[in-house]
């Protein structure tokens, strides 16, 4: 649970750096009023924040634009090796993709968004090229749906007043009372499938991994080209797809 800002236990400045951080994961190379500009702050502010991290290693200065150096991935590897759960699922990952021929992985939710913690890739079926660490809206996204079927009534709530439900395609469904409709429905199930609501001529199945409590905790998925197979083809692959998910759970 993060602390209110006035508990005093909320440390302005570091967040600010971590803003700053954050606004080149959206466009990798700017200039120092375009990062201003990017995260709300002011130009001083944003030198000050830029000049630290490339004395840390975490950013390189060029002529007159910065960006991000390879150092700042181990901001993310330090979450990725103190979770049990990517060791687990790396090995299952992998298992699966060779038994299915097809790309899997299994992503968390992160407030609005999915964001993936482990991938096993055959053959690159989608434009976008997805690697630990990638995020997609979860509304639009089979591992989100089941996601957030996982979530309570309370937190679910939380969720659509946070979302920002806009088209990803023109398949994405983004209306708030089917989505709803749909959660129930894949809660009762336990397997959400999407058709080119993500990427045009993709669809994809995922199922739940729990943990002993009975809790969501991360999202398994496979994923299919609509031109080589039928939605079948998805049905066939879920029996396979749940085993994977449950070897996981069970380990959890």
């Known amino acids: 649970m993060q602390p209110a800002n006035n508990t005093g236990l909320f440390v302005q400045s570091f967040a600010r750096g971590l803003e700053v951080i954050e606004a080149f994961g959206q466009t990798p190379t700017m200039t120092l009023t375009e990062a201003a500009e990017a995260t709300g702050l002011s130009r001083a502010t944003v030198r000050r924040f830029l000049h630290t991290l490339v004395s840390l290693g975490y950013m390189r200065a060029g002529d007159k634009s910065f960006q991000l150096t390879p150092k700042v991935m181990n901001l993310g590897f330090a979450y990725l090796s103190s979770q049990p759960l990517v060791e687990l699922v790396d090995p299952v990952l992998a298992n699966l993709s060779k038994q299915l021929g097809q790309s899997t992985s299994v992503s968390v939710l992160d407030t609005t968004d999915v964001v993936y913690i482990a991938r096993q890739e055959t053959t690159s079926i989608m434009r976008i090229n997805i690697t630990v660490g990638t995020r997609f809206p979860a509304y639009a996204t089979s591992m989100g749906r089941v996601l957030l079927a996982g979530l309570s009534d ?21 209306d708030p009372s089917w989505l709803r409709s749909e959660i ?24 739940p991994i ?17 031109t080589q197979h039928t939605p079948e083809d998805l049905t066939e ?10 070897e996981v759970s069970n380990a959890l």
């Open 210 to 226: 729990r943990n002993r409590a009975g809790k969501t905790v991360a999202a398994m998925n496979t994923s299919i080209a609509v």
């Open 184 to 207: 129930s429905k894949i809660r009762a199930q336990g397997f959400a499938v999407i058709t080119e609501e993500l990427e045009v001529g993709l669809a994809s199945v995922a199922v």
């Open 154 to 174: 309370a937190e679910l709530e939380a969720y659509f007043a946070q979302a920002d439900l806009t088209e990803v395609t023109d398949y994405t469904m983004t």
């Open 237 to 246: 692959l879920l029996p396979a797809l749940q085993a994977a998910a449950d």
